[in-house]
Each structure stands twice: as C-alpha cells, then as structure tokens.
C-alpha cells in the first residue's frame, strides 16, 4: 500500500520561509512523478508545483515562479518544496500526490495514483 506523508507545515509571517516534505513508500523500487498541490479556505485544489521522477525537470504555477523550488532525494523518497517570500495569500493546506502508473499532465489533479492527507500553511500579515 503506497502512503504519502507531508511535513513541514506552520505558521510564519509575511515574508517568510519554510519548507515542506513529502515522503512516499509502499512501492519499492519505483519512483514516482511528485506534485505539490494547495486548497485555499472556500477554493478549489490548485497545481503549484511538480517534479518528474528523477528530477530532471520541474514545473511551477505561475504563483509560484520565483519564489518556490521544488526537489528531490531519491535515497530518501522524499520531494521538498522550500517556499520563501511567503505571502498570506499563501496560507492554505498543501497537499503532496503520487505519479505512479497515470500518465496525465503534472498539473492536473487527476493525474496523480495517490494523495497525502495535506500540511497546513499558514502566513500572517
């Protein structure tokens, strides 16, 4: 059973950083495609970044660009997201999914096998 597990969530001012894992097992041997995804209070999910399995290419929101940077241990199954210049319109739940067998575009939420259960940014102004 394959699991996804983020970490690194928390309360931090305009401004600031931090930086969010997601680790993934269950499937020994294989690496997934990782995207990182974020729903606002009253919002729908939206794509913010993804990473090909790896590591050779990484994508962005254009929200994201510049300010985000997405990576990768493979000898650890874990992808990060280091997030700085936070703005409280960051503040949401990011949620960490899966690309084991879809083949579908990184950005979509449908392209993803498996979903973490979200880590809850929170920016103050």
């Known amino acids: 059973q394959v699991q996804v597990v983020e970490s690194g969530g928390g309360l931090v001012q305009d401004g600031g950083s931090l930086r969010l894992s997601c680790t993934f097992s269950g499937r020994p041997g294989a690496l997934p495609s990782v995207g990182w995804f974020r729903q606002a209070p009253g919002k729908e999910r939206e794509f913010v970044s993804a990473i090909t399995w790896n590591g050779d290419k990484t994508y962005y929101a254009d929200v994201a660009k510049g300010r985000f940077t997405i990576s990768r241990d493979n000898a650890k199954n874990t992808v990060y997201l280091q997030m700085n210049s936070l703005k409280p319109e960051d503040t949401a739940d990011y949620y960490c999914?899966?690309?084991?067998?879809?083949?579908?575009?990184?950005?979509?939420?449908?392209?993803?096998?498996?979903w973490g259960q979200g880590t809850r940014v929170t920016v103050s102004s």
């Open positions: 999914a899966a690309q084991y067998f879809n083949g579908g575009a990184y950005y979509l939420i449908r392209s993803y096998d498996y």
